[in-house]
């Protein structure tokens, strides 16, 4: 059988911050700049993920996406979204928020559960703005 | 002369949260919903400036955008990117950061130094997500 | 207090074609194009609802927008997503499905539904194609 | 009849530059920054005309859109696109090419041609980039 | 020469449904969702086509795109668009137009007409809604 | 440390014609169609630069996106935007100006500076027009 990708976008509103505990106000805007801002700030993130298997004959389908459309918003948007990610996310408890750790933390998430549709996790991207985006393939 | 209505993109990322602080946390969810995060969230907002006049005949421009563009930057981008709009931004003191309410404030910070430019302020339009948006023509 | 206008975009995907009944299969082809296909074609729409009132003081809103949503859901997409225009949908019973037509069977299916939530339906715009949509204000 | 609003959007390519012949190289920058680069640059336009006008019952349209779509382009794509306006585009001559004379010029081209396919031109609107745009209703 | 990979967008809008003849409505609905309505539903299709190859020195093309255009419309486009494609594609006959279904299908159109252009088709991405695409590389 | 890929779009307006010097009108016109306009056309081109990298685990980047925002703003950019590819870039003398000419030339620009970054630059897709892109990764 052919093999096709399949990706589902979802989509999260989420405050963070880019700041480290060990370094004072002066330091943490000099690494990160005004993503550093102490009371936060916020993003509309766009999460495509994208998955990769043999299309079912019967369905013509690599994975039903109603069922994975569940599975992101039960394993990720239901944790995250309008979520202040440093504070109140399990998954990224005591991580950096950047887009990068945000996608790696995605892929951990759900790569396994993906496996029970019959597909396998092939991308994670992560876009922050129109101008910023990050993907990641488990690697 | 004919007159044209120029409007002017800027964007900015900012965390909030609707709640009022004399109404409990549970009040506050049944409320505003999810919106009323303790510990805030956030959006990438994108804010649409629309200036109305005659059009110039030596240059042919209601008004000169890259004019336009430093003063949406010095009133209101600079005061409210990457900044907690409940908490940092002193035109919000005060205020539920409803978008209806951001709106209007904006068009306070900018309605006269527009008039500055030589135009008249038509229009504020503010996009929270992409399947929501307020506008304010300051009536 | 400011009055201001928000808008609600909701999407749906439809089957539909222009064809009328007393003319044969060539007459058809002859006014209303490759959109007369006997075994018809369809489109993602994007329906944006904007409705007008002031902002409540309490809340800062104009309207609760998951309010609007449900209503928009309730009245609008439970009946047309996913369905055929000429054959499915009680609201458009003997109308050609044009996009001027939808647009004025949804501002007649939310007018009145719109003034319980306190607000003013002010305009509907339904966008069927990245380069065609209609505006109607119930004029 | 209910009236409602059309819009079809058409897109063109082309070069210009902001400058006045009677103006040095060093003043024209001074006036128009970048935009004076005397060999020229360009933008993809995206040009969008709006009609107004009554439901023809037999229809449900407000005007035939495969016309409009072809009056835009006889009367203003076919000479605009790939073009360099300041030079090549007749009804452009001796203007400045700013996104508000094109506009206006292009207002010109088409509000009476529109009226023989009974309707009433009622706006024009030109997106230069992601960030700017011109409305021009005729006045 | 350099390796370049050029990618063209068309667009088509079709009506299909997702059901099995051999299985009861209500069996199509548990296994297809909404998408099993009788009736038909449609979409805007975006079709992306990439295709690959070395950079000729004459032109600086892989291909030219206006070729790759007239191709993509002549094999697809013409055959799918306003239609729909469960009854009326004689490429999607006997198979359930889901999404992968469709891309593998216009991939196995286009990929050796492509071969006479002188470039390598390297993928089809095919987007339904703005939520779900899917791609296929010919594997 | 896992590997990740991390885009930053900039965008520049240009001017360009595609025709070559030894051939006369007619023969351009043939080859290139409308883009041999001899006064030129122009568009809105979109670069979209991917480096890739391991995540530094202090900061949680594989780079610092205002970093990499600046080197492609100095070396690319301030070069091309609102300028005539033909005749004021450096990195473009003497080349024909397609889209995929114009992608290797801009890889050619930032592949060495971006390793002082500390990551490898991995594509460069520069989208031309809603409608065509090209992608090149140093092949």
């Given amino acids: 059988m ?3 990708y399949i990706t589902r976008r979802e989509r999260f509103s989420a405050a963070h911050k880019l700041a480290k505990a060990e370094w004072d ?3 943490n805007y000099e690494v990160f700049g005004k993503c550093a801002n ?3 700030h916020g993003h509309n993130y766009e999460l495509y993920v994208t998955v990769k298997g043999q299309t079912e004959p019967s369905t013509g389908f690599v994975v039903d996406l109603s069922d ?7 394993k990720v948007i239901s944790k ?3 979520k202040n990610m440093n504070l ?3 998954f990224m408890k005591g991580k950096m928020t950047s887009t ?3 996608a790696i933390a995605i892929w951990e998430q759900i790569c396994d559960p993906i496996k029970a549709l019959g597909a396998e996790l092939h991308k994670i991207k992560l876009q922050e703005t129109e101008n910023n985006y990050v993907e990641y393939y488990g690697e």
Same sequence: chains 1, 2, 3, 4, 5, 6.
Wanted: hydrophobic fraction near 30%; charged fraction near 40%.
């Fill in 2 to 4: 052919p093999i096709c």
């Fill in 38 to 40: 102490p009371n936060w």
């Fill in 68 to 74: 994975l459309g569940d599975l992101i918003k039960e």
């Fill in 80 to 82: 995250i979204d309008h």
């Fill in 88 to 90: 109140d996310v399990d």
């Fill in 100 to 102: 990068e750790n945000i």
């Fill in 25 to 27: 106000e002066e330091k």
